[in-house]
């Protein structure tokens, strides 16, 4: 009887065993992902290197920065743009003025994980006549394109924004 019950004991274990397949076998391993921070500094620069190198007539190089379903809320326009026709045509108007991008990396705040890096702070465009825009940004990126882009002017009397719609104190 004794030899009974260790026989069912050892099927048993043997059962339990198969039944939890091991890490590398059918279950989903965890991998380990960090986004760094030096490759979306690395996508900011390249976004910056690319609106500087646009203009009005030659959009492609900024354009070619966004992933074909990309999202853009513009600094200076009404959005969501949508489309790369939508994108381009904003980048189109907005470069007329030749502005210039200047964005501080080391000022973005990173975060994100394997298949979405994130990044948001300040940025500023100076145009060809000297007129500064600060604004700032957060930018989603999946892999080396960008899949959502927010963009507003500082509100705090900076830029084109009319002091009444952005008082310091609530009355």
């Known amino acids: 009887m004794k030899r009974h019950w260790m026989s069912l004991l ?11 397949p091991s890490e590398g076998w059918s279950r ?8 760094t921070p030096e490759r979306v500094k690395a996508l900011l620069k390249n976004w910056q290197t690319a609106l500087n190198e646009s203009t009005a007539t030659k959009p492609g ?3 070619a920065t966004y992933a074909d379903r990309a999202v853009l809320l513009p ?6 743009l949508t489309t790369r026709e939508q994108i381009t045509s904003y980048f189109f108007v907005f470069l007329q003025d030749r502005p210039k991008a200047d964005i501080d990396p080391d000022k973005a705040i990173i975060s994100g994980d394997c298949n979405f890096a ?6 500023t465009f100076t145009t060809q006549d000297n007129a500064v825009l600060r604004a700032r940004y957060t930018y989603i990126f ?3 394109e ?3 882009h927010h ?15 952005c008082k310091d104190k609530p009355e």
Do not use: D, W
Request: hydrophobic content about 40%.
């Open 10 to 20: 050892g099927c048993a274990s043997v059962m339990i065993l198969l039944a939890v």
């Open 28 to 35: 989903t391993t965890k991998r380990h992902c960090v986004v």
């Open 61 to 63: 190089p900024i354009v």
């Open 75 to 80: 600094t200076c326009a009404n959005g969501p």
């Open 118 to 123: 994130f990044a948001s702070g300040p940025y």
């Open 142 to 144: 999946h892999q080396n």
């Open 146 to 148: 960008i899949v959502q």
């Open 151 to 165: 963009s507003s002017l500082e509100p705090q009397g900076r830029g084109n924004v009319p002091r009444a719609l």
